[in-house]
């Protein structure tokens, strides 16, 4: 069988690591490399992260990725692997590793989920900027999972050697899930409640909410997290059995959560894609979302769900008021997403993405 070492310069894998969708989506990743025929390793646990901008951390960074480089070329020179591949290489977190073993050991290198922002070309981030772009001029095969990011690909990646692959997951676990609906319909979330770009979602969500209190909802929110009281703190206003902070739960048991609920909601503000919405929809639930970064990736208007401008409340409430007035709409979608996602967003789904271009790079 053929070997192939999959990299993950941002999040390397760690025992007990800390679950996340990048983890998620690295481990699927390597399943879909394995259905095509690869057996796949680890290729490094040296992780290229900065995310201050730190002109000296950088630096030292670079020198430590020179030196491991060094180290793996000289671990698989005498028997190389067939194939090299990078997950989620950007300005931040570049890949330092694969572009100088691939070409030492001449092996295909392939890069998936990149992304390439021309404005970080100048100022703290230029250096990883640099070796980012030198990544994906090195890359043999692109591939973005999003329109948003193979519109900045572009830039710097011939079309010949661009590709896409839609965003996916293992639906195996949802597709059984049937619902257990209420007298009242939840509203659920599912969400890491970490400072940042997450908890930006939580005002929007509680502005929208308060424009629907004329209807019988409850809304859950299935994850935790150090923002936990901040995100609590944008619905101090709602009577206290409205909205529910169930706290996490183990990754075997969010399919009985899904089916509790009614319908999914997540505005998505500058969410690279989100392996949540997938997996609601496998569960077949309607979304709510905003038409915002990689969000249309993942939920498809009309056909999976509603979705309304970024930052709107008012449009989010008026999806909100359409799904959860009209129980048949909400059941009829929630099918059609189920559809969706087992017909086109599945393990097997992306490794005949995949399989053409990496037949051709490494028969």
Known sequence: MKRALIYCPMNPPQPGAQPSGDRAMAGLLSRALEADGFAVEPASAFRSYDGSGDGAAQAAIAAAGAAEAERLIAQHRSAPPALWVTY??????????????????????????????????????????????????????????????????????????????????????????????????????????????????????????????????????????????????????????RVVFAGAFPATAMPDVYGRASLYLWPGLREAYGLSYLEAQASGLPVVACATHGVPAVVEQGRGGLLSEAGDPDGLAQSLRILLANPQTRETMGEVAREFVSAERTVAQAAAHLRPVLARLAP
């Open 88 to 241: 989620l290489s950007y300005y931040k977190s570049p890949d330092l590793l694969g572009p100088a073993v691939a070409a030492t050991l001449g092996i295909p290198y392939v890069i998936v989920e990149a992304s390439y922002a021309a404005k970080r070309a100048n100022g703290a981030f230029a250096a990883p900027h640099a070796a980012a772009k030198a990544a994906l001029e090195r890359a043999d095969a692109v591939f973005a999972m999003t329109a948003h990011d193979a519109a900045g690909l572009g830039a710097v990646v011939p079309p010949e050697r661009l590709h896409r692959l839609p965003p996916f997951i293992d639906a195996r676990p949802f597709a059984a899930v049937r619902r257990k609906a209420g007298l009242t319909p939840v509203i659920l979330s599912v969400a890491m409640l970490r400072p940042g770009k997450k908890l930006a979602n939580f005002p929007l969500i509680a502005a929208a909410l308060a424009r629907i209190a004329d209807l019988r909802w409850i809304y859950l929110v299935a994850g935790d997290g150090p923002g936990r009281a901040e995100a609590e703190a944008s619905f101090a206003s709602f009577p206290r059995d």
